[in-house]
């Protein structure tokens, strides 16, 4: 009998009863106003920092499409010009402080189109020989040539491979001096070293028989820096850096740093000259090219909008807080007594 | 003839004239006819939806009826068939899930449906045929059958009674589990038909099936040798009524009338609906308004796709050509699939997973219910049960409370309180004070401690012990010997009367109505023993322990609307007397004026105590008296027409020129704390309808009792006595009352304040109504089309402005018209019907939620509720606290869902424009699928199971804290039209803070570029912590299960990012997201704008609620939801 009882018997435990000791938290004017006043202090004070800091990073950008006839560049920018080479200079007044990022930047230029963006083969890429004879499918419009030999690597995002090139001097008494760009560590480290990996073959170029070269490329894969053997094929620089899409149409991608000899401390005052190897066309689709130079900061590269957002969240909310104050004094304390 | 009293007693309705034909026992009714069996259907019950074979088309065809299911499926398919963003998998794997168990949840619930059906039709019968008996199951009974039922067993189908083992030719039967009336009714043989049925050929015509219970016409063709046959007309105490049991009686024989489905209690049965909750109804509603949007986004993008493209260089640069398969297509097939495609990239806004969330969360949430020890009866050792979790959140919607008398407002256990005596009051003391066991407490104070004659108290008690329709309960074997034995004792113990009573209680008692029975106990205690009806002698034994003998001439049978009854005796003296009691209404006209003013007071005060009061009166018949009386009795007996108004006439004759003897009162025992819960439901706003089968007056007294009436409250009535009373047609009056009340209660009521819902301690005139089953078909089914909606809305007015609402004399069917009628009434309210019998059942199916008690007797109303409770009592905790507590966790539960989906797919939608409409999905596919079922899905799921934005205790105290919630305040267009908005904001600023940010991607301190999936991904971080923290910012209750799964998502979802982005997953074709969170982390200004955003996102939301602050003298009422006046709550308490 009792046992039937305990049977039936709802247990008796805080769960089971909706009594669970609760933390029952109230958004009284006294947390929140005091809430309001730190945070808006600390985000003014993080906003300042950032503010300055932007501030304080150097950024000069070259337009170098060449739309104007103005524009040394201007005779490039003719479709039918072949290996054109043009020239740009320009000049700092005071120390460009270093290390200096440099970047090509595009314009109008969709990397996030999403046809675009899955036609690759992340397999293929990873060094996967079977995908090199038949590429994935996802890889169409540039999957085999008109002969059906595979593309390797195929897809348009490779086969867009940025190729301009550049070369930067400084002008000293009428000479062009050689600013050294520093190749290595432009990419992200995990792209370099894991993700993309050349198919374990030497020479790297055996790899490739039965293959062609992406269409818009001069050069294959396996060839694309001759100075560093172990900057070719996937695992190229600049081709890791172009295959990591852009998030928006008006990208900038790291191009070199300067980071050696001379240089180490920045450029310095004075004239520079960047000669252009001019291949890449973007008037097509109303595209336009330009090179960035910058230094940065702990934040990244200059960014005049996170300092500034938090300046007036800051003084947001010590205003709020502010008003709340006043809102309170005149309605809530009689109230309360 | 019959024909036309069929007509007329139908309503003239001409298309159920026809009758059937039933050949008792299969017997051709003469030789020369050929015997053709006539068709009617078997005596299967089916309750069941599914077979074996329709279930998976059916169930299927079914589930996507459903307006949700129906999307997915289409998604699904879009998905298949062209090419999307996303794979099918990701919309195809959480549909079949949800198909597949709802499937079996239902399968499983029709499986046990069929198994109860079996039980019923598998049951074994005896069935005479052939001159044999024969078992049967219950499922072959054919109409016209023979079938035997024993005593206690119920009545396989419809019979009318033939033959029967008592001497009398009658049989009690107990129609408890039909109409809740759980007193025994006697039920007659068909006079004249031959005691061996085999021998008998006889035919029945009667009415086709209908579901009242109280009606039934019908004739007996007996044939006998070729004689011209006897013909005996049938009414409905010549019919055993499916499911009612036999009680008292060995066995009886009677033949079927009615099977299976066409029994009346089929046909009282209405199908068990699925019932759907108002929130899903607006859960549907914000559906539509969602997928408007999602159509209104696809449509939008699709349109500028096509303007962005038709720009030279856009449609297809260098870079990025077309294959050749899509230059093929055809431009508008194109378009098309582009727009799916959208669709499908934006189906996410709309999750599969809200649907999982809402039936997680009632089916667990309904675990509460059942584990709360508070409904745990410790009588019957049983808790709450959920039948249905589908409707908790509406037990705190509820706007009228239908609710049963019988077992659910009263225990149905009446109780001799006290009587009067010719103006004295006696009140019954536990037998303890004095030898006699009277006592007088507070008479008049003049008269303080004095007594009636003792002439006139035995007078009193005689009447008492005279005039009823008891018998004495013949019990068992064993109850045989205990009754002799108890006899001896009596008449050995003899004068003291405290020894007596205990054993004498257990008397058993049988009558058609409890009342009587109470005050045959009543007069017990005082030493007046009824001790049972022989022959037409009625004995008695008195205070001298004497045996009084009176022969019992006649029975003036009660009627309500007579609503006295009278005997007339002849003592051993010869004197013939007769006695009456009744409702002091009708009886005060009829006896002395003198005596009146004595008696009137005690009875009103009873009266207003809730106690159920009759008056005592009789007379002294002097021979020529009763010779008259005696031969138009006879007479009126005999008669063949209209019988009941002759009758009635001589009766009212007879009834005259009495003289009042005393009161009685009896209390019919409320269940515990009815009152304060009624109190409590009206306090919460709710109306309270009273729906009975019982008498008006027990009804009445009970409303009393339950406070539902008070004593300032106006009755208006509306009952056969009052339509009566004019004397002209019934229609006309019936038209003229409802004109009238409805002035009184609707035009001349003070108009109800803006904003302030009538209360039941408002100053103004309080009404209370009151309707009979009778009026009200009459206002149902008025003879006219235009009528009938005229008066259905009058009744309906004068109802809605009354604080309360008695209807009696209801049948079951009746009961659930009333609720379909206010439930389809303007602004369709909800309702709720509680009830403990079968009688309720309909009622119970027909509301939107139907409460079952846990009665002593019959489970049908327990089987057919949505929830069951032991006691009423418990109502009141059930609506107040959970009711509201669900109601509040659900609509919070809902609108966040749509909210977080929103302002999930927004930045999805807007990259569109970023990316030259190409569908490029912002976030990568594991976060798309992951967002619902994982990182955001368990905080609110925690929250709508533990929620409690005001403790339980002061739900409970505060009875209008319901009307906050009331007309389904939170989920209307308002506060959708709230979240909406902040969803649009949430969605505006994180993709368009993260836009700015990317102005320059070079995000880290080695000058690195971040990529579009680093941008998906910091939206989406920012994302999961704003709607995560936004629910930790509602929620006011913060258990120990609340932070771990709050923090333990956050953490998850940190924890998820490094792992998927950790690993090459060899199973996926691309590895976008391979270090992205890792590398997102280690830039400082992504930390940085992860952290202002959330900060902005959430920070409005803080400002409203200290703003929002409720002020002046309604405050503390008012501000129940929000946090700032929470405080309050808890300092009051």
Not at chain 2, 121 to 140: A, C, M, P
Not at chain 2, 1032 to 1045: G, P, S, Y
Request: proline share 4%; with cysteine.
């Amino acid at each position: 009998m009792v046992k039937e009882e305990l049977a039936n018997r709802p247990d008796n435990t805080a769960f089971t009863q909706q009594r669970l000791p609760a933390w029952q938290p109230m958004l009284s004017a006294g947390i929140v106003i005091p809430g309001f006043v730190i945070i808006g202090l600390a985000f003014i004070g993080i906003g300042v920092a950032l503010f300055v800091t932007s501030q304080s990073i150097q950024l000069l950008e070259l337009d170098y499409t060449g739309v104007e006839q103005t524009s040394p560049c201007f005779k490039c920018s003719d479709p039918n010009a072949k290996n054109c080479m043009c020239e740009l200079t320009f000049s700092t007044d005071t120390l460009f402080k270093g290390p200096v990022f440099f970047y090509y930047g595009l314009s109008n230029y969709f990397q996030n189109y999403r046809s675009y963006g899955v036609s690759k083969d992340d397999d293929q890429l990873s060094g996967n020989l079977d995908n090199f004879k038949s590429p994935s499918d996802t890889c169409a419009p540039y999957e085999y040539d008109r002969n059906n030999k595979p593309f390797v690597p195929c897809g348009a995002v490779a086969n867009s491979l940025f190729n301009d090139t550049f070369k930067l001097y400084q002008i000293v008494n009428g000479a062009k001096k050689v600013v050294p760009l520093d190749g290595k560590g432009i990419s992200w480290w995990t792209d370099y070293n894991i993700k993309y990996r050349n198919p374990a073959v030497t020479p790297l170029k055996n790899a490739f028989n039965g293959t062609v070269k992406p269409l818009y490329w001069s050069k294959p894969a396996y060839e694309l820096d001759p100075s560093d053997p172990a900057n070719n094929g996937f695992i190229n620089q600049d081709f890791l850096v172009w295959m990591r899409r852009a998030a928006l149409p008006d990208f900038r991608k790291l191009y070199r740093r300067i980071t050696d000899g001379d240089y180490a401390e920045g450029l310095p005052a004075g004239n520079y000259s960047l000669q252009i190897a001019y291949n890449y066309p973007v008037l097509s689709f109303e595209g336009r090219k330009k090179v960035v130079f910058s230094n940065v900061s702990w934040m990244g590269g200059k960014n005049e909008f996170l300092g500034i957002a938090y300046l007036v969240i800051g003084s947001l909310c010590v205003v709020m807080s502010v008003v709340m104050l006043i809102v309170y004094a005149k309605f809530k304390f009689p109230e309360e007594e | 003839m019959l024909r036309r009293r069929l007509n007329r007693l139908l309503g003239g309705d001409e298309r159920r004239v026809d009758s059937r034909t039933i050949y008792v026992g299969h017997r051709s009714c003469s030789a020369t006819e050929a015997f053709i069996p006539p068709k009617f259907c078997d005596n299967r019950i089916v309750s069941s939806k599914y077979t074996v074979w329709n279930f998976l088309p059916k169930n299927l065809f079914e589930q996507f009826r459903r307006i949700a299911n129906f999307y997915f499926l289409i998604i699904f398919l879009v998905q298949v068939i062209v090419d999307t963003p996303t794979s099918p998998v990701t919309s195809g794997l959480p549909l079949f899930f949800v198909i597949t168990v709802t499937a079996i949840k239902q399968g499983y619930e029709d499986w046990l449906r069929h198994k109860a059906d079996n039980e019923v039709n598998k049951y074994l019968v005896t069935v005479l045929e052939d001159g044999g008996r024969i078992q049967k199951e219950s499922e072959k009974i054919k109409v016209g059958d023979v079938v035997e039922v024993e005593e206690d067993e119920t009545f396989p189908c419809d019979l009318i009674l033939l033959q029967s083992s008592r001497d009398d030719d009658t049989c009690f039967v107990t129609t408890a589990s039909l109409d809740g009336e759980s007193n025994h009714k006697t039920h007659y043989t068909v006079p004249d038909t031959e005691k061996d049925l085999e021998s008998l050929n006889a035919t029945i015509e009667c009415e086709q099936p209908q579901p009242d219970l109280y009606k039934f016409v019908g004739r007996m063709h007996i044939y006998k040798n070729d004689q011209e046959p006897t013909v005996r007309s049938l009414g409905p105490e010549n019919l055993l009524l499916k499911g009612a049991t036999l009680k008292n009686t060995q066995k009886i024989c009677g033949v079927a009338v009615y099977t299976g489905m066409e029994t009346k209690m089929a046909l009282n049965y209405q199908g068990k609906s699925q019932k759907r909750s108002a929130v899903e109804k607006s859960i549907n509603a914000f559906l539509l308004v969602y997928l408007c949007i999602l159509v209104s986004k696809a449509l939008v993008c699709t349109t500028l796709k096509y303007v962005w493209q038709s720009k030279p260089g856009q449609d297809e640069p260098w870079y990025n050509e077309k294959t050749q398969r899509e230059k093929e297509t055809n431009l508008y097939l194109k378009m098309f699939t582009d727009f799916l495609s959208f669709m499908v990239l934006f189906n996410f806004i709309i999750p599969v997973s809200m649907y999982v969330t809402v039936e997680m969360q009632k089916f667990l949430g309904s675990f509460f219910i059942t584990w709360d020890k508070d409904f745990f009866d410790p009588e019957i050792k049983e808790g709450a049960l959920v039948n249905t979790s589908d409707l908790n959140e509406e037990l705190g919607q509820v706007e009228y409370v239908f609710t049963d008398k019988t077992g659910t407002l009263t225990q149905n256990n009446m109780e001799f309180i006290e009587c009067c005596i010719d103006g004295f009051q006696y009140k019954y003391r536990d037998a303890s004070s004095e030898l006699d066991g009277f006592c007088v407490t507070d008479g008049p104070v003049s008269k303080l401690q004095q007594k009636a004659g003792r002439e006139k108290e035995e007078l009193f008690l005689r009447a008492l012990c005279l005039c009823h329709t008891v018998q004495v309960k013949e019990s068992a074997e064993q109850g045989q010997g205990q009754r002799d034995g108890l006899i001896d004792e009596v008449d050995g113990l003899g004068v003291d009367g405290e020894v007596v009573h205990p054993l004498q209680e257990q008397r058993g008692f049988i009558a058609s109505s409890p009342d009587e029975v109470a005050l045959v106990k009543g007069a017990m205690r005082y030493g007046f023993t009824f001790l049972g009806l022989e022959s037409k002698t009625m004995k008695i034994l008195n205070r001298n322990n004497d045996v009084e003998m009176y022969e019992l001439l006649h029975v003036l049978n009660f009627d309500p609307v007579r609503r006295r009854m009278s005997v007339i005796v002849r003592s051993k003296s010869g004197d013939t007397l007769l006695f009456c009691k009744g409702a002091d209404s009708s009886i005060f006209p009829r006896v002395r004026r003198e005596e009146v003013e004595r008696i009137r007071m005690h009875v009103e005060r009873n009266a207003t105590e809730g106690y159920r009061t009759l008056c005592v009166a009789y007379k002294i018949l002097s021979a020529e008296e009763y010779a008259q009386a005696d031969a138009g009795l006879r007479e009126a007996r005999l008669a063949l027409q209209d019988r009941e108004e002759k009758l009635m006439t001589v009766y009212n004759q007879v009834e005259t020129g009495m003289s009042l003897i005393g009161a009685t009162a009896v209390e019919d025992r409320l269940q515990e704390e009815a009152a304060e819960t009624m109190e409590a439901l009206q306090g919460a706003g709710m109306k309270v309808w009273v729906l009975t089968g019982d008498k008006m007056e027990t009804a009445k007294s009970t409303c009393y009792a339950c406070r539902l009436f008070q004593r300032n409250t106006e009755l208006l009535e509306l009952t056969v006595r009052t339509l009566e009373d004019g004397g002209r047609r019934r229609e006309e009056r019936l038209h003229d009352l409802l004109l009238e009340y409805h002035k009184k209660a609707v035009q001349d009521a003070p108009p109800v304040k803006a904003g302030v819902t009538r209360s039941w301690s408002s100053a103004g005139q309080d009404y209370g109504f009151i309707i009979d089953g009778a009026t009200l078909s009459m206002v149902l089914n008025s003879s006219s089309e235009s009528n009938s909606n005229r008066y259905k809305n009058l009744f309906l007015q004068i109802c809605q402005n009354c604080t309360s609402v008695l209807c009696c004399r209801m049948a079951p069917l009746q009961k659930a018209q009333i609720v379909k009628m206010v439930k389809n009434s303007k602004g369709s309210p909800i309702t709720l019907s509680i009830g403990d019998g079968a009688n309720d059942v309909s009622m119970i199916l027909e509301a939107h939620v139907g409460i079952g008690i846990k009665g002593k007797e019959g489970r049908q109303a327990v089987r057919n509720s949505d929830y069951a409770i032991p006691k009423l009592k418990h109502l009141k905790k059930l609506l107040l606290a959970h009711g509201h507590l669900y109601y509040v966790r659900i609509a919070h539960l809902v609108q966040y869902f749509f909210y977080k989906n929103l302002c999930f797919i927004l930045p999805q939608f807007l990259y569109q424009f970023f990316c030259g409409y190409s569908q490029q999905p912002l976030y990568d596919a594991a976060y798309l699928t992951m967002y619902n079922i994982c990182f955001t899905s368990m905080p609110i799921l925690a929250y709508s199971l533990l929620e409690q934005h005001i403790c339980m205790e002061v739900l409970l105290d505060n009875a209008t804290l319901y009307r906050e919630i009331a007309k389904n305040a939170m989920l209307r267009w308002g506060p959708f039209l709230y979240w909406t908005l902040l969803g649009v904001f949430h969605g505006l600023l994180f993709f368009f803070g993260v836009r700015f940010l990317f102005s320059n991607p070079a995000l880290q301190d080695n000058g690195q570029v971040f990529g579009n999936w680093s941008y998906g991904t910091i939206v989406f971080t920012v994302l999961v912590f704003t709607v995560t923290l936004k629910l930790a910012l509602d929620t006011r209750h913060w258990t120990w299960i609340n932070h771990f799964v709050i923090w333990g998502s956050l953490a998850f979802y940190v924890f998820f990012s490094f792992f998927w982005g950790g690993i090459i997953w060899p199973f996926l074709r691309q590895q976008r997201l391979y270090f992205v969170f890792a590398n997102m982390l280690s830039s400082v200004s992504a930390w940085l704008v992860i952290i202002l955003l959330i900060l902005l996102s959430l920070l409005p939301e803080i400002l409203l609620v200290v703003f929002r602050k409720p002020r002046g003298p309604h405050a503390r009422q008012i501000a129940a939801v929000t946090p700032l006046s929470y405080k309050h709550l808890k300092e009051r308490e």
